[in-house]
């Protein structure tokens, strides 16, 4: 756990944790980072993301790592959902009994990370329910079709990224759906650089967005099918993290990205992209 990017706890035993001392952050912001499969709380973009949440929110981060079973093959890992979301979800009440204050939280999960904030938040709800999940292309395989989509019961304001068609959700049924690149099926990045995927592209925007602007499309793009497109987008709308959220928005957004680092559209270039292809 760190506060204001001091490391004040690091942890993965799960009988450690019951030293920790919530207090230090019972008045403050809490954020709590959940990761996908074959990652942990030292994978790259995890750490960035805490960099970043340091800088604009301030308060504790708390990052949730179960990487000893994130290693395993990924059909183990799906069947070891609910326990591993069990023991999370235990731990986490365990925090709010101690003075984690829910409505001062904020979520983010990725891929199979998504699941486990989103479940989290739907269990702790309506007694604790939180304030903020912002998920990041949640994991398709092994969860459409079989599980609960309703993710806007996990929290206040859920907002979730959608970057990929392969291994991300088909199900948009977040407060806000924003759907990167081409449709949210796939990012023009990938021609440029070998490194991340249309699906690992999701988090480096996510991170990206705190210091880039990402504009979103005031209407979807004709080839995107959009059954809630959301309604009267101000010009130049941006997303990423936003403290007070924007749920007098909702629906399907629609955020091109480019083909290199920051993987952002200039407000020219935007205009190109409407003018040839929206």
């Known amino acids: 756990m760190s506060r204001n990017g001091k490391m004040l706890f690091k942890s993965s035993s799960a009988e450690e944790h019951k030293s920790l001392d919530i207090t230090k952050c019972s008045n403050g912001k809490i954020s709590m980072i959940f990761h996908g499969w074959m990652e942990s709380c030292n994978t790259n973009w995890v750490i960035k993301l805490r960099e970043r949440l340091t800088y604009h929110r301030g308060g504790c981060i708390i990052c949730i790592d179960y990487g000893y079973w994130a290693e395993e093959n990924y059909l183990r890992l799906r069947r070891n959902f609910d ?21 001062q939280s904020f979520l983010f999960g990725f891929s199979y990370g998504a699941h486990i904030a989103s479940t989290i938040g739907r269990r702790l709800a309506p007694t604790h329910k939180l304030k903020k999940i912002d998920i990041c292309d949640m994991a398709g395989p092994g969860f459409d079709f079989l599980t609960d989509h309703n993710h806007k019961e996990a929290a206040d ?49 996510y991170i990206n967005a705190f210091d880039y602007p990402f504009y979103a499309l005031q209407n979807p793009p004709h080839l995107c099918k ?43 270039q935007l205009a190109r992209f409407e003018r040839f292809r929206a």
């Not at 997303?239 to 920051?262: A, M, W």
């Open 83 to 103: 326990i591993i979301t069990e023991v999370v979800h235990e731990e986490i009440l365990s925090l709010i009994h101690k003075g984690l204050n829910p409505r």
């Open 157 to 205: 304001n859920v907002q979730c990224y959608y970057s990929s068609i392969g291994k991300g959700s088909r199900f948009y049924n977040c407060h806000q759906n924003i759907r990167l690149g081409q449709c949210g099926y796939t990012q023009p990045a990938t021609l440029t650089q070998l490194l991340y995927s249309s699906h690992g592209l999701c988090v480096q925007i």
């Open 226 to 268: 959009s059954d809630n497109p959301a309604r009267n987008l101000p010009k130049y709308f941006t997303i990423g993290y936003k403290e007070s959220g924007y749920r007098h928005i909702q629906g399907d957004i629609f955020v091109p990205t480019g083909l290199r680092h920051p993987y952002n559209l200039s407000k020219k």
